[in-house]
């Protein structure tokens, strides 16, 4: 199964609304997580079970969809909010990821 | 606090074999499946293996299948990566994980394998 993210890379500013969606070939539920990588750093979750907000996630984080269209959103992005985003499926094996979004800043 | 410390990376001539380790503290590590992740240098996350916690479930990407063995010993709070037959393709941060079936939701920081002549 893989999971395609769009887009590979964005540029946005301070503010502004960004959505980055992860399409899976195969229906995969709601077993979706979505993972923030700022440089040198281990990757971090931000949402479980495709919509879930893991705890001490900032609100502006949402996830949504289910089977094999999912989406993160970020409401107003903010500085400490420009990273690389993937997506992981989890249901079964290979626990793939996308191949990642980076968030650029404008 | 969770804690998840991974050794056992350097440099490895290709073809060669080396063990990575995970020290685990701060919870219950046989009440979770674990897991390896791995960065190329300047690469998206590529997920390698996990491990149920009683063992009884392992999963292989297709590009270590064969070459790579997973295990744990709970009661020293470890995970272990084995890896034979290591080409200039393996060389990568290799993150170990804790997380279930919803997300992997500790990583450590990390060990750095790489595999050149």
């Known amino acids: 199964i893989q999971l395609t993210q769009s887009p590979s890379s964005l540029s946005a500013s301070v503010g502004d609304r960004v959505t980055i969606t992860c399409r899976a070939s195969?229906?995969?539920?709601?077993?979706l997580a979505w993972y923030q990588q700022k440089p040198g750093k281990a990757p971090k979750v931000l949402i479980y079970g495709a919509s879930t907000s893991q705890s001490g996630v900032p609100s502006r984080f949402s996830g949504s969809g289910s089977g094999t269209d999912f989406t993160l959103t970020i409401s107003s992005l903010q500085p400490e909010d420009f990273a690389t985003y993937y997506c992981?499926?989890?249901?079964?094996?290979?626990?793939?990821f996308g191949q990642g979004t980076k968030v650029e800043i404008k | 606090e969770v804690q998840l410390v991974e050794s056992g990376g350097g440099l490895v001539q290709p073809g060669r074999s080396v063990r990575l380790s995970c020290a685990a503290s701060g919870f219950s590590f046989d009440d979770y499946a674990m897991h390896w992740v791995r960065q190329a240098p300047g690469k998206g996350l590529e997920w390698v293996s996990s491990?149920?916690?009683?063992?009884?479930?392992?999963g292989y990407a297709d590009s270590v299948k064969g070459r790579f063995t997973v295990f744990r010993d709970n009661a020293k709070n470890s995970l272990y990566l084995e890896m034979k037959s290591l080409t200039i393709e393996d060389t990568a941060l290799y993150y170990c994980a804790r997380g279930g079936i919803e997300a992997l939701d500790y990583w450590g920081q990390g060990t750095l394998v790489t595999v050149s002549s």
């Open positions: 195969q229906d995969i539920g709601s077993y």
């Open positions: 491990i149920t916690w009683n063992s009884a479930s392992i």
């Open positions: 992981q499926r989890l249901n079964s094996y290979p626990r793939t």
